[in-house]
């Protein structure tokens, strides 16, 4: 209770907190989160129940946990569904997919922000404003014409001059349609405009070019932005359901958003399995929160306000 | 100071130096500008060129003025869409506006497992949206396998539809949505609530402020910017939902989750009327951009009121 002594301000302060209404407010305060808590994880826990619940049981048992449970059966119903859903090249693919567009939007992204912040050609205020108005484009509209063009990239249709690549069944679009975003362009010009430019001077009268301060200054000191945009980018490519599974069509290149969704469709697989399923592809998400929380929830501090 | 001026004299003492370093300065960012005229500015002038187009497949043959326009307003289908789209904006406004702005209020005062409360609530996050919606459509399940139908029978009640009923569907398919978003909303006004001065508190308090006084009087003006830009960016969001339609319903059950979005996906890419696609997809486009129009007229008006 002494806890309370420490809150000086605030709704509650400690000489509410002193009094029965204050406490019993606080409480309530409290049972509240626990109950939101409690609908956050409920779903979690049920899936993760479900998915260990042996093939039989789920279809006659109406119970919340399974009935039986150890670690021989949960070892068996890992390796049962693994070795039903089929993911494996999926995962392959995905994971190679998230590492290309992961490359691909950083150097895009921090080189930009560095023309914007650093180098300030002439011109560049007018061209950034620009970028930042492309955050405020609705993208639904964009869905078909970009589907035309990567039918004959770079152009904009066959029509136009009746060439071009078929970029379908490709991660082409993806990467580079990806590696698009005014909001991290705007995150590392911010990052970069807090660096002080004294610090490029000195290096500019040591005789570094530009390169070479970008590598060996701008992105040393910007350590946290970046991995936080990379924690981002990766889980964002990770994710990515609706423009893979418009573009990609063949099997073997299929991402696993797309397939646990075309899986979910052809109601062959038991939903125990399909659960395993869907556990599988959320787990390198749940690890790389486990490890950068405090990048993912501290992160916003950085961006999401001053955005 | 005087450093930027040595740097501007410098500058223009020699101009093939800087004329050099003009080129190599905007190289960097030749890339993301190439790319966003490809895939964001392009698209976008194009999509709406071919709405005004008679489109063969995926190729524009000849202009044909507003036709298209006209046959998609004249679908039977579109004032549906439309009315389900609003229905699925005012849905997630009900269910999806306050409950995270209560929260992160509420977080703000707690001195128990505070940091401990924040990651469990944050935890929906962190799941792909995809693998969000699919989960939830199998805790729909309107036998009794689905977690809501076996809670329902425990506590003594009948299985329910769910999203079999027409009349809610847009309402459930809004609350899978609110489970996976609320973390990311409670998050940015916990911040905006760091940043609120505490002295204001302790000024009001000395003043005799209760707790309701000081909640309106100090906490709200501090987070109201937050608060306008999430309202609008969640009416924005929503009024393009697409993808969980498409995963949790199919637009089902006889269309009554159907939005203009998922009517988009299913013109360009099911049905094949594509230059229909591209004329809906315009009519989004107008539609958003009022809004955001609107949004900034507002937050001009709310920063000279204050």
Known sequence: MSRFQEKTTGLLTNVDLKGAKGKIIYWAFFAILIACCLITFLPAVWTVFTALKDPNEIYTSTKFFPEHLSLAIFTERILDSWNQLKFGRSILNTFYFSVVAWAIKLTVCTFAGYTFSKLKPKGSTVVFVIILWTMMMPSQMRTVPNYISFLSFPFASKSEFGIGINLLDTYWPLWLGGAVDAFAVMLFKNAFDSISDSIVEAATIDGAGKLQIFFNVMIPLSVPIIIYESIMTLSGAWSNFFGPYLIIQDTRKQLLPAKIFLIGNDGTVKQNTYLMGLIIASMPQLLIFAFFKKYIMGGINVGGVKG | ?306
């Open chain 2, 1 to 306: 100071m005087s450093n930027k001026n040595r740097g501007e004299a410098k500058r223009s003492k020699s101009g093939a130096f800087y004329k050099k370093s003009f080129i190599t300065s905007w190289l960097f960012a030749v890339p993301a500008i190439v790319l966003m005229y490809m895939f964001i500015w392009r698209p976008t002038v194009m999509g709406f060129v071919w709405s005004l187009f008679k489109m063969k497949g995926y190729t524009p043959t000849h202009f044909i003025g507003i036709k298209n326009y006209v046959e998609v307003m004249n679908d039977t289908q579109f004032i549906p869409l439309f009315i389900n789209t609003l229905e699925y904006v005012f849905w997630s406004l009900v269910v999806g506006f306050l409950p995270p702005i209560l929260l992160a209020v509420i977080v703000n005062e707690m001195v128990h497992f505070r940091q401990k409360i924040m990651t469990f609530l944050y935890m929906p996050a962190i799941i792909p949206a995809i693998a969000v919606s699919l989960l939830w459509k199998q805790m729909y399940d309107p036998s009794d396998i689905g977690l809501l139908n076996m809670i329902l029978i425990k506590i003594g009640m009948s299985p329910y539809q769910w999203l079999n009923d027409g009349h809610f569907t847009i309402l459930w398919i809004i609350v899978s949505m609110t489970w996976k978003s609320f973390p990311g909303a409670m998050l940015l006004y916990y911040s905006a609530l760091q940043g609120v001065n505490q002295e204001l508190y302790e000024a009001a308090t000395i003043d005799g402020a209760g707790m309701v006084k000081r909640a309106w009087y100090v906490t709200r003006p501090q987070i109201m910017g937050v608060l306008i830009l999430n309202f609008v960016r969640q009416i924005i969001g929503v009024f393009q939902v697409m993808e969980q339609p498409l995963a949790m319903t199919g637009g089902g059950p006889d269309g009554a989750s159907a939005s203009l979005g998922y009517q988009l996906y299913k013109y360009g890419f099911v049905t094949q009327r594509v230059g229909h696609a591209m004329a809906l997809g315009t009519i989004i486009f107008v539609v958003l951009i009022l809004m955001t129009v609107f949004y900034f007229r507002l937050n001009k008006k709310l920063e000279e009121s204050m």
